[in-house]
């Protein structure tokens, strides 16, 4: 256990990497999950050209995406995979403009139905540094009840 964190359970972050592949979409974008459990998720996607709006940035849907799937993977960690986003807020903070761009979500209050999340994006430049572009904030509900 590091940081009070305990070990990342390898048979959920397997499934909940199958999960995500069922996305036709998220397989598009080339998106991946490298962090899944105890109320965390990172989403990662390489940033390609094709996701660039008309000033070179990553394109705020793409950074959306990220955000609506890291907080919906954070809730489903506590509340079961039958989940779905209800609302999201993001706020845009610097243009995107990166090698890797990495969505970290947590929960920051949980009950047994819903959950509040919160993603910080970064993107990851050529020169190695990380940098905050945008944060967003999102509910996430149970389909259905977890037994």
Do not use: K, W
């Amino acid at each position: 256990m590091t940081d009070g964190v305990p070990p990342p359970d390898p048979e959920a972050l397997e499934f909940a990497r199958r999960t995500l592949d069922a996305q036709p979409f998220s397989r598009l974008l080339g998106a991946r999950l490298t962090v899944f459990g105890e109320g965390r998720a990172v989403l990662e996607i390489p940033v390609r050209e094709e996701f660039a709006q008309q000033n070179g940035f990553v394109h705020g849907g793409v950074l959306s995406y990220a955000a609506d799937n890291a907080l919906t993977f954070a809730g489903g960690s506590v509340l079961g995979p039958g989940v779905l986003t209800t609302g999201m807020t993001i706020h845009y903070l610097r243009p995107a403009a990166g090698r890797t761009l990495f969505a970290r979500a947590e929960v920051l209050q949980a009950g047994r139905r819903q959950a509040t999340c919160r993603c910080d994006l970064y993107v990851i430049g050529d020169d190695g540094t990380e940098e905050l572009c945008a944060a967003a904030q999102g509910t996430v509900l149970a389909a259905q009840p977890r037994p």
